[in-house]
C-alpha cells in the first residue's frame, strides 16, 4: 500500500516501477479508469 500512497503525492510514472510485470501504460491506465469512476454519480435503488 506504501508504494501505490507515493505516486499519489507526486511519483513520477516514468520512475521503475515496483512490480515487474506492471508498466507504465498500466498504470495510467488504471488512474484514468479511477478518475472516470470518480466522475460518476451512484444512485442507491429502493427494492
Do not use: C, F, H
Amino acid at each position: 500500500m506504501k508504494a501505490w500512497r507515493s505516486y499519489a503525492v507526486g511519483t513520477n510514472l516514468e520512475q521503475p516501477v515496483w512490480v515487474p510485470y506492471l508498466e507504465t501504460e498500466d498504470i495510467s491506465q488504471a488512474l484514468g479508469y479511477a478518475a472516470w469512476r470518480l466522475e460518476e454519480i451512484e444512485i442507491p435503488l429502493s427494492a
